[in-house]
């Protein structure tokens, strides 16, 4: 089991960018796939980004490619996940997860969550 703590998230203008992160501890970081997923209000939890162990081939919902980068720094515990051109559609908490599977790109597929960090873009 790991621990994750997001951070970063806030109160940005469209067209801005911010990055996220996560840091773990409790766990070996370096053998769990990670991803980064988001719920808005009303809506269901929902994938946007993983990242395997190695750092080797990531994965993008569709609404994020192009947008998004996912990246991890394995020495330091910490994923990380760059936002740029935000939209108000991006507006929601973002959830930063762990997973024993790679190419997991569903919320079934992770076991370790952390708590959430509030992003909201305005128009």
């Known amino acids: 089991q790991v621990q994750l703590v997001e951070s970063g998230g806030g109160l940005v203008h469209a067209g801005e960018s911010l990055r996220l992160s996560c840091v773990a501890s409790?766990?070996?970081?370096?053998?769990?796939?990670m991803g980064w997923f988001r719920q808005a209000p009303g809506k269901e939890r929902e994938f946007v980004a993983a990242?395997?162990?190695?750092?080797?081939?990531?994965y993008y919902a569709d609404s994020v490619k192009g947008r998004f980068t996912i990246s991890r720094d394995n020495p330091r515990n910490t994923v990380y996940l760059q936002m740029n051109s935000l939209k108000p559609d991006d507006t929601a908490d973002y959830y930063c997860?762990?997973?024993?599977?790679?190419?997991?790109?569903?919320?079934?597929?992770?076991?370790?969550w952390g708590q959430g960090t509030q992003v909201t873009v305005s128009s």
């Open positions: 997860a762990a997973s024993w599977t790679n190419q997991a790109m569903r919320v079934s597929d992770y076991g370790d």
């Open positions: 990242i395997p162990w190695s750092g080797g081939r990531r």
């Open positions: 409790g766990g070996t970081f370096s053998r769990y796939a």
